[in-house]
């Protein structure tokens, strides 16, 4: 009798790992979807020589925005242009006055990503409450050897006004 209990159980357990182990890939997948790196997974399967584009950011202390990029990893080609888009939130009674700071890591992508135009070229003053999508466009230059993944981080700073 006990051995039967033992035996149920241990394949109930089975079964359900079974289960979760096939609902895996699926859910894996849908995820991907939601997060936007279904793209990027697709094109990094389609051309060996493809970037890896990352985008991060970060916002000063004490400062009342905040600031999140819409597709935060995708892909482009040499030659190719990227938009990266960011959305802008001031959450604060009082308007303020930023100015996006960018760097590159590695440093080496930033001889292959160039700004063409970018929201960090000028300041500028969010109205108290306001939302604002604002850009940057990238041009790929040729890929250096090694080179699969660049991280373009920016850091807002300001001040109340």
């Not at 979807?33 to 051309?47: K, M, Q, Y």
């Amino acid at each position: 009798m006990r051995n039967r209990r033992l035996a149920w159980k241990l394949g109930l357990t089975a079964l359900i790992m079974s289960g979760f182990g096939l609902a895996l890939a699926p859910l894996y997948d849908r995820l991907c979807r939601v997060l936007g790196l279904d793209r990027a997974r697709a094109e990094l399967a389609s051309s060996s020589e493809v970037l890896r584009v990352e985008f991060d950011t970060n916002v000063a202390a004490g400062l009342p925005v905040r600031f999140t990029a819409l597709t935060p990893v995708t892909v482009m080609h040499p030659g190719s242009r990227l938009q990266g888009r960011f959305l802008l939130e001031n959450y604060g009674k009082h308007p303020v006055t930023i100015r996006a700071i960018p760097s590159f890591a590695p440093l080496r992508a930033a001889g292959v990503l160039h700004k063409i135009d970018c929201f960090c070229f000028n300041g500028m003053t969010l109205a108290a409450g306001e939302t604002r999508e604002v850009s940057v466009l990238l041009q790929a230059g040729p890929l250096p050897e090694g080179l699969g993944a660049a991280t373009l981080s920016y850091v807002l700073q300001g001040e109340a006004t």
